[in-house]
Structures are given as structure tokens and as C-alpha cells.
């Protein structure tokens, strides 16, 4: 089995690890597994295991056909069978198939925003499935949407995974007071609405101010990160939550805090959610997505509806002030992601499905 991965670039986000998590797992499973960027590289290249085949494309624009020609010839002499593009690069799969109608293209699709798309970009995409040979969903919603709304009948659900392997040099030194820091690994984008951790962040000034909240994620540098700022600037947070961008030493940076929180309004799975349990630590989350099928109230976690910054603030405060029951939903995360989202269990799954193609 020859497989190729394609992404847009290799900047620090979600759908972006999972390429290079499925590159790397099925470098030690199949004859051939290479990852292609189609725009530009980015920190995760770093990430990628020796065995993986690496090309990047560099396009210039939505239709070249110099990077169409490039990646042509990189899948002809390494014989490539399946091309696996995450979210949007589908567009470059399927131009480079009409040159190349052998390769067969599986659609993974990471975006919890789908039933958003816009009108032209939906149609794009309802047009191009008939050319999919599979489609990948990260949960059930998507999988339902996508049976529903895309021509293409293999549909399966696929649970994100991850590995923490600490293989990067340690580079963050989080603020703030040790074992009193909370971490939210997301980019800056508003579905991961952090304007919620702003305004639990200012109810937990008032009674626990020796606490503080360290945001680790791509700054966009657009008009929601500028109002993020603001927030924090007006309402005098500066000391008690820090923005640090995108960061490549994840492991190094979750062993270093003592909470881990998402706050947002959409996900599918968040790969956070699973490398926060692959390192004991206490977790509180939003209810979206498929976070309600990992994170079970009050045995591994707490879960909170999306929005809700009073019960968000309350679920904080009980965390920070019972140690017992941090440690308890701890290991019970530890040992549910090892259960359910090894890289192991999905990769059989996945290749068996494949292989069923």
C-alpha cells in the first residue's frame, strides 16, 4: 500500500498534526507514506519521521499547474496509490487525478464548520467528491453530513489520535506561578472562542489571583486576536493570562501547567483534548463536538455547556481546590485515551478500510 498525504501547510493546528500523525504511523505499516505540502511548510515539519517522503509544492496560486506537474511526477515515480488531503487541499487532489486517473483519493476532512461553507466552496466540494474514493470523518456529525450532502458512498468515522513523544528541545518557559498555571492549546480563531477563558479568567482574578492562563496557538494577527488583546488589556488580565503564538515543544509546555481547558463553540475531536490525557492531566472542556464521547463528566473530566462562563468558572474552582479529584480524573482520562484513541487501534481500522476500497 502507497499513500500520500496532502495538506495545506505544516503550521501548528489540528488537521495539520493529523497529517503528519498518519504520515508517521504508516511509515512503519505500508511499503510508502509521504506527506506533500501544497502552499508552504511550517513548525510540523520538524515532526515528521526520517521514513516519511516530503515534498512541498510552494503554489502560488488556486489553480498552478507548475505545482500540479511537480506533484504528478512525485506520485509517478513513487508509485502512489491513495492520495489522503486533509480539509481543503481536496481541490489540489482531485486537479492533479485529472491527469492522473489511477490514484484513487480519500477525503479527510478535520472542519467542524462544514454545514458553513460558503456557496461557492460548497459547491466546489459537492462537485469534486464524485471524485472521492473514501471520505474520513473526525466525528459522527460530520460523518452524517457528509452521506448526506457529498457524492461519495464510503464514508467512515475515524477518531483523531496522537503520540507524545518528546523528541523536541525545550524551548517555553511558561509564566506565572508554578503549579498554579492553566493551559488552553488552540489557535486564535473564533470557534475556539477564548473571550469565554477571558471572562472565567476575570471571575478567577477575584478569588484565586495567584492562578494563571497560558494561551498557546497560531496568532492570525487579524481582527479576533486584536480584540482578544484588547480584552485582556481592559480588563487589566496582562498578569494573569499570557498569549505566547504558535510553540513546537507541546509536550514540554502541557508537563509544565497543572489545568487543561478548551473553551470552544465548535471542534470536532481536538487533538489537545488527547495529548492533555497521554499526559495525566486534569481536563475541563466545552460539551461540542465529539468531546462528549472522551471526556466523561465527572469521571475523567468536566464537562461544560458551550458559552457558559459561570459553570465554566465553578468547574475551574473545583479542580484547583480538590487534589484528590484532580488526580482521579486524571488517570481516568490517561487510561481512556489509551483505550479508545491509541494510534494502534485507529491505524488497523484504517488501513483494513483502505484495503476494503
Request: aromatic share 10%; hydrophobic share 40%; proline share 2%.
Amino acid at each position: 500500500m502507497r499513500i500520500l498525504q496532502i495538506i495545506d501547510s505544516l503550521d501548528i493546528g489540528g488537521a495539520e498534526k493529523m497529517a503528519v500523525n498518519y504520515a508517521n504511523a504508516l511509515s512503519q505499516k505500508i511499503e510508502f507514506s509521504g506527506l506533500v505540502t501544497t502552499r508552504k511548510e511550517g513548525q510540523l515539519k520538524n515532526q515528521l519521521n526520517k521514513k516519511v517522503s516530503y515534498l512541498t509544492l510552494n503554489r502560488k496560486k488556486k489553480i498552478d499547474f507548475q505545482a500540479i506537474f511537480k506533484l504528478r511526477k512525485f506520485c509517478v515515480q513513487n508509485k502512489v496509490q491513495y492520495l489522503q488531503p486533509h480539509s481543503s487541499s481536496y481541490f489540489t487532489a482531485v486537479l492533479l487525478k485529472m491527469t492522473l486517473p489511477k490514484v484513487k483519493i480519500i477525503w479527510h476532512d478535520h472542519n467542524g464548520l462544514s454545514e458553513f461553507l460558503s456557496t461557492n466552496k460548497w459547491f466546489v466540494l459537492k462537485l469534486f467528491s464524485y471524485s472521492f474514493k473514501g471520505i474520513i470523518a473526525v466525528n459522527y456529525q460530520l460523518k452524517n453530513w457528509a452521506e448526506k450532502e457529498l457524492n461519495c458512498n464510503n464514508v467512515i468515522y475515524l477518531p483523531n489520535f496522537t503520540s507524545v513523544e518528546d523528541n523536541h528541545k525545550k524551548e517555553t518557559n511558561l509564566k506565572g506561578t508554578e503549579g498554579k498555571r492553566i493551559l488552553c492549546l488552540a489557535n486564535l480563531r473564533m470557534q475556539k472562542n477564548h473571550f469565554l477563558l477571558l471572562e472565567v479568567a476575570e471571575k478567577l482574578k477575584q478569588t484565586h489571583p495567584e492562578w494563571s492562563f497560558h494561551l498557546i496557538g497560531k496568532d492570525f494577527e487579524d481582527e479576533y486576536s486584536q480584540k482578544v488583546r484588547g480584552f485582556i488589556e481592559e480588563k487589566r488580565l496582562s498578569n494573569e493570562v499570557y498569549v505566547y503564538g504558535s510553540k513546537n515543544d507541546t509536550v514540554n509546555i502541557i508537563n509544565q501547567a497543572d489545568i487543561t481547558i478548551l473553551t470552544s463553540d465548535s471542534e470536532g475531536l481536538p487533538v489537545a483534548l488527547l495529548e492533555y490525557g497521554l499526559l495525566k492531566k486534569p481536563t475541563i472542556s466545552t460539551d461540542v463536538g465529539e468531546i462528549p464521547l472522551i471526556l466523561k463528566n465527572e469521571f475523567n473530566g468536566l464537562v461544560v455547556p458551550r458559552g457558559n462562563a459561570d459553570l465554566f468558572y465553578k468547574a475551574l474552582v473545583r479542580v484547583i481546590e480538590n487534589e484528590a479529584f484532580r488526580n482521579e480524573i486524571s488517570e481516568n482520562l490517561f487510561k481512556t485515551i489509551l483505550e479508545n484513541n491509541s494510534e494502534e487501534a485507529v491505524l488497523n481500522k484504517y488501513v483494513n478500510w483502505v484495503k476494503s476500497l
